[in-house]
């Protein structure tokens, strides 16, 4: 892997809004057109619905359903009122198989994508098949190309965001911070080369730490520790003043969050004066979960893919409150990513 150093030499980091989008447009393309071949379109076409409805009319997963049902809103092609979700007039002529006006056939390509029929395939599954983010390299031993693939396209994703939060200052006065499951290390590497009198600890699975720790060696990176653990399981490194979930607690339904903020605030180590700190990087849903676009077609393969979600501001409030964090605030915004700090009460 090349280039993963001088994240310094980097003068400004542009807006990678546009990258986002090209990245996850198929799997939106895919939400329309398997609402499509679902019958979504159509039963919206004769009377609007609410997700519970439609899934109960067209046998499929209640919340699959709503997750395409918040796609479609935030392309314009639906409109929420209250529970109800109906059609607009364009979604109305040109996605309803029935209208005389109907696309469909344009589409005959698209359907045979990998995207369309995932989508399709978790609608049906009225009984969701999930993934668990890691399994792939849980017992893995070094070297396993899933572990590197997924380090690689995390690091990808994170890399931007990483170096614009730390950059904003969000992290000044942090003497140690947990990684939880920091995955590449980006974040370490960024946040130790911006301001070297931190030190962070990566707690990952043990593959997923191998292969960062390889990585991080390579930039020679200083300052960078690592904790291989199964983070529901094992005990996590003491003797952090800060703990930070990047893109984390997304793959994960709400009741594991909460054990995560649990676990993190029976971690982080705080005083009077220095107060533990807990961060949060995630693309967050609008408070009404229609938006941004980028985020609710996030949010469908998150759901889908592993119970989780793109969570709201106001969710990570309830969440904190709970596991006794005070209410989370932005402090840094970067493309889709919003920072969140909170602290230990
Ligand atoms: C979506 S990635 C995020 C990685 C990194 N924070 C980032 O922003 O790029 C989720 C990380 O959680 C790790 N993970 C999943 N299950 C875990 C577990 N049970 N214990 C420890 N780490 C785990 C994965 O290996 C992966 O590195």
């Known amino acids: 892997m090349k280039n993963r150093g001088g994240f310094r030499s980097l ?8 990258i986002a989008d090209l990245w996850i447009a198929p799997y939106g393309a895919a939400a329309v057109s398997a609402a499509m071949e679902s019958g979504i379109t159509e039963a ?71 995207e369309h029929r995932w989508v399709l395939r978790k609608l049906k599954e009225t009984t969701p098949v999930l993934q668990t983010f890691g399994d792939g390299w849980k017992d893995e031993p070094d070297e396993n190309p899933s572990v590197i693939q997924a380090a690689a396209g995390m690091d990808s994703i994170i890399k931007a965001p990483s170096t614009a939060v730390v950059r904003s200052g969000a992290f000044k006065g942090v003497r140690h911070v947990l990684d939880v499951g920091g995955g590449s290390g980006a974040f ?8 070297p009198e931190t030190q962070v600890t990566v707690l990952d699975l043990p593959a997923m730490c191998r292969q960062a720790q390889a990585w ?8 960078i520790h690592f904790h291989p ?10 003797g952090c003043d800060a703990i930070h979930f990047s893109n984390v607690l997304h793959d994960w339904p709400e009741a594991r969050v909460l054990e995560l903020l649990k676990s993190a605030r029976a971690t982080v180590e705080g005083n009077a004066k220095n107060r533990g700190r807990l961060y949060l990087l995630e693309v967050l849903r609008h408070e009404n979960r229609n938006g941004p ?18 969570y709201t501001r106001s969710d990570f409030a309830r969440l904190c409150k709970k596991a006794r964090f005070t209410e989370p605030r932005a402090v840094a915004r970067f493309g889709y990513y919003t920072l969140l700090k909170a602290y230990a009460v």
Do not use: C
Not at 11 to 18: C, E, L, T, V
Not at 229 to 238: G, L, V
């Open 216 to 223: 991080v060696e390579k930039r020679d990176a200083k300052n």
């Open 229 to 238: 653990a199964d983070f529901f399981k094992d005990e996590w490194a003491r």
């Open 11 to 18: 003068k400004f980091i542009p807006d990678d809004r546009k």
């Open 188 to 195: 370490a590497a960024v946040l130790t080369e911006h301001q």
């Open 44 to 114: 919206l076409a004769t009377r609007a619905s609410s997700p519970a409805q439609l899934a109960r009319l067209l046998d499929l997963h209640q919340e699959s359903t709503e997750s395409v049902l918040r796609v479609l809103v935030a392309m314009g092609f639906a409109q929420q009122k209250k529970t109800n979700f109906n059609l607009t007039p364009d979604a109305r002529a040109y996605l309803v198989p029935s209208s005389p006006l109907a696309r469909t056939a344009e589409f005959w390509k698209h359907f045979e994508t990998p």
């Open 293 to 310: 676009l980028m985020a609710t077609i996030f949010h469908m393969q998150m759901q889908m893919g592993f119970g989780g979600a793109q």
